[in-house]
């Protein structure tokens, strides 16, 4: 399978992606923990069917020590007792900033409100600014088809 488009070859992708890191970089560099990051950019990957960016995430998660027990049931998070309220609460977030177009009224009170008892305004703007980041890499990746699978960590610094 070859991608529609060569994100990494065409000028104006590279542009783009440039200052995309650029934002990705501000949240990594949060105090929003590595972990939930992580967590979060899987889930909304999943949902999104972004088989690039579920790829990537999970191989690098593995590598920051993320376990495989939790990394298998990241899909399956409300049944699993193995995530934290603050990471399920995030997870929650991720949901439904992902799934706006599936849900009448968006972001619930409640998932707001139960974030915001795990997360300070810092760490809540990160959250969010993930979420939309994430979002917008996997729409690029599903768009044009990108690949999985061969992803190595590190490979993009």
């Not at 934002?23 to 105090?31: F, L, M, N, P």
């Amino acid at each position: 399978m070859d991608a529609r488009l060569n994100l990494f070859g065409t000028p104006l992708f590279g542009t783009f992606l440039k200052h995309l890191n650029s934002a990705g970089k501000v949240i990594t560099d949060s105090a929003l923990p590595p972990a939930t990051q992580e967590l979060v950019k899987i889930r909304a990957s999943q949902i999104n069917g972004c088989g690039f960016c579920t790829d990537m995430h999970t191989k690098e998660a593995a590598k920051a020590g993320e376990t495989a027990t939790r990394l298998n049931l990241i899909a399956v998070w409300r049944e699993a007792t193995v995530f934290t309220d603050a990471e399920r609460a995030a997870l929650e977030l991720a949901e439904q900033g992902t799934r706006i177009a599936d849900a009448a009224g968006g972001v619930t009170d409640e998932a707001w409100a139960n974030a915001a008892k795990y997360y300070d305004e810092e760490q809540l703007a990160a959250l969010v600014s993930l979420i939309a980041v994430i979002n917008t890499y996997n729409r690029l990746n599903v768009i044009i088809q990108q690949p999985a699978g061969d992803y190595q960590p590190g490979q993009f610094g």
